[in-house]
């Protein structure tokens, strides 16, 4: 595990000790004083304070890459070329062109990266997946929205473990939370597009509005994918509300409603299918609702058994970058963009 922060505390480090093929070895933090506090709860078997001593220990096969977006693919890269399988938060990187590094880095060393998509291990959105596939045809249209609440630090604050902190934790320069536009789309349009492709596929273009009005910013996407379905995607912090996130898809022969919780409450998405052929809805009762767990097992099982990747790869997480870029591009120029034609960082 490199990083001891906020997403390895509340997430990755429970995820180790409760998850099926999974063994914290080894926990690397460079602020000693967060190394210490955070072993004495997780135990690791052996701590660094050099992620480069941690990636020449033989012991270690794989590593979570568990720290700030703008070190993801560095970091990543790092690990690939030390022969260690990578998971890496989201969003796999906060530019096009180190993505595409990445991508080549993984394609050379023949291991596996995942990125920190949870939501593809949300048993709910993993139901409505297999229903779409299964059973809906083709998809006509789609809508996702992903709207953070202005309670949403009151719902944390009281599901997440107290989170340890220190001073000399290694953060990018600047603060980059503190960029309204940039650290949203990078932050939380990551798990929006995701689920749109992760739903209905490969996203071609975009054309987005952006309103940043009376305290909240909000993105309104009109998206276009590959096999011509159309989409709307729906940007929003904060609203005035619960947390507010869901998708609609109207397929050929089938519809899927579904309603996703704050991913805190470990709840897994109310999804309710309309099937054609039997003229009934299908509701999954989904008792596990861990995704953050359920996703390192899923890393695991690639790594370990050869199971097929259910994770975002390696290409979804650049996919994604550019889908987001192509979003910052066109809110700011109110032109339709298509993602091939994107560079930068949003
Ligand atoms: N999937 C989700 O729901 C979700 C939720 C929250 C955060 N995240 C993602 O998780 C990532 C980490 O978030 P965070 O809030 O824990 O970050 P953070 O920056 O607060 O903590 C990261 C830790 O890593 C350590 N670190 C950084 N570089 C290091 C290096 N080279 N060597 C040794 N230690 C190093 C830092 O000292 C720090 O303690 C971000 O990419 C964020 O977007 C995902």
Redesign the pocket.
Known sequence: M??????????HLDACAKGVGLELYAL????PD?LDAVSSRHRPTVT????DEMLADDNVDAVVV????Q??VR?AIAALDAGKHVF????MGVAVEECEQLVAAVAASGLTLQV???RRFDAGVEYARAFLAERAGGVVAMRAWYCDSAYRYAMTDALQPAII??D?????AGEPKADRVRYPL??HA??LVDLARDLCGAIVAVRATFADRLGARCWFVAVEFADGAVGHLDLTLTVQMDWHEGFHVYGENGSVVARIFQ?WYRMASEVECFAASDRSFHRPLCPDGDH?RRQLEGWAATIVDGAPQRGASVTDGLAAVRCIVAIARSASTGERVTLAEVTGGP
């Not at 660094?48 to 992620?51: A, D, E, K, L, Q």
């Not at 000399?168 to 990018?172: D, L, N, Q, T, Y």
């Open positions: 490199l990083g001891a922060g906020p997403i390895a505390q509340a997430a690397c933090d460079s602020a967060l660094y304070t050099s992620y568990a720290v700030a977006d070190f993801h970091l890496v938060e989201k969003p920190g998509n949870m902190r220190s000399a934790a290694s953060r990018p990078l932050g990551s798990h991913p953050y």
